[in-house]
């Protein structure tokens, strides 16, 4: 029971960084867009 506990722990934290690194990559292609369309 306690590796099935210790398995989807780490699939949650594995999923939560992923949805991080994919909100902050969001982030910056959004910054250099409406960057690249005020020039």
């Known amino acids: 029971m306690k590796f099935v ?3 989807a722990f780490v ?3 594995t999923l939560g960084l ?3 690194a994919m ?3 969001t ?3 959004a910054r250099l ?3 690249a369309m005020k020039a």
């Open 23 to 25: 909100g902050a990559y």
């Open 33 to 35: 867009w409406f960057r």
């Open 11 to 13: 699939l949650v934290l």
């Open 27 to 29: 982030a910056y292609v």
């Open 18 to 20: 992923a949805m991080v």
């Open 5 to 7: 506990r210790m398995l």
